[in-house]
């Protein structure tokens, strides 16, 4: 037991070291763009509609957000940037201060979940999976996007991107908590240095599980 209790201590004190690594993410592009793409793509297709509860992880400062209340959701945030809270709490919308991995949010509280460019920022992103699985519903959603390693934008090299996989392994690791992958999308654009790409997934947790 004290061994564990000691294990379990380096590992807080290791998480707890890279909070210097979090920066403010004020919307830009192109986020803009991408985020209004798929959440209105989502709507038309019926996979997000009005009257659900969706968990933003790692909302920023409040674009997905904002969206999902007009096309009538009841949208929840979390992120570990305080300056990203403050701008989300004077939009006036109910965010907490969170760790994507240790969230404080009962068993199967949402109907999706909306997960975009933050799980590259776990150093357990399997363990990570598993707490989205936790608490999305049985038959609930979870939509994920990341960046794409070597690129010309090479993500890879963020400061607080630490899990930046082939997509090979995002879906193994997308599987084994149990998710069913119904779509995984290439996003090609290009930026300022060059040609640039993330994936989005689109999971669901099936209704038996």
Not at 62 to 78: H, Q, S, W
Not at 115 to 134: G, I, K, M, N, Q
Not at 147 to 168: F, G, I, M, W
Not at 192 to 200: E, L, N, S, T, V
């Amino acid at each position: 037991m004290q061994t564990a209790q000691r294990d379990f201590s380096r590992f807080d004190a290791f998480l707890n070291g890279l909070i210097t690594d979090v920066y403010p993410e004020p919307p830009s592009e192109p986020h803009l763009t991408i985020t209004g793409q798929m959440i209105d793509q989502l709507h038309k297709t019926g996979n997000l509609a009005a009257g659900m509860r969706v968990l933003d992880i790692g909302c920023g400062q409040g674009l997905a957000l904002e969206r999902f209340k007009a096309l009538g959701m009841e949208p929840i945030g979390v992120t570990l940037g305080q300056q990203d809270l403050n701008a989300c709490r004077e939009k006036g919308f109910e965010v907490h201060s969170m760790d994507q991995n240790f969230m404080d949010i009962p068993d199967h509280s949402f109907d999706a979940l909306w997960c975009r460019h933050v799980l590259e920022h776990s150093v357990a992103p399997l363990f990570t999976l598993f707490e989205y699985w936790r608490i999305v519903k049985p038959g609930g959603l979870v939509y994920i996007e990341v960046p794409s390693p070597d690129t010309s934008a090479h993500h890879e090299q963020n400061r607080n991107h630490y899990s930046v996989l082939p997509k090979s392994a995002w879906l193994n690791l997308m599987l084994r908590p149990g998710f069913t992958v119904i779509n995984a999308v290439d996003l090609r654009f290009d930026v300022q240095c060059g040609p640039d790409m993330y994936w989005a997934f689109l999971l669901r947790r099936p209704v038996s599980s």
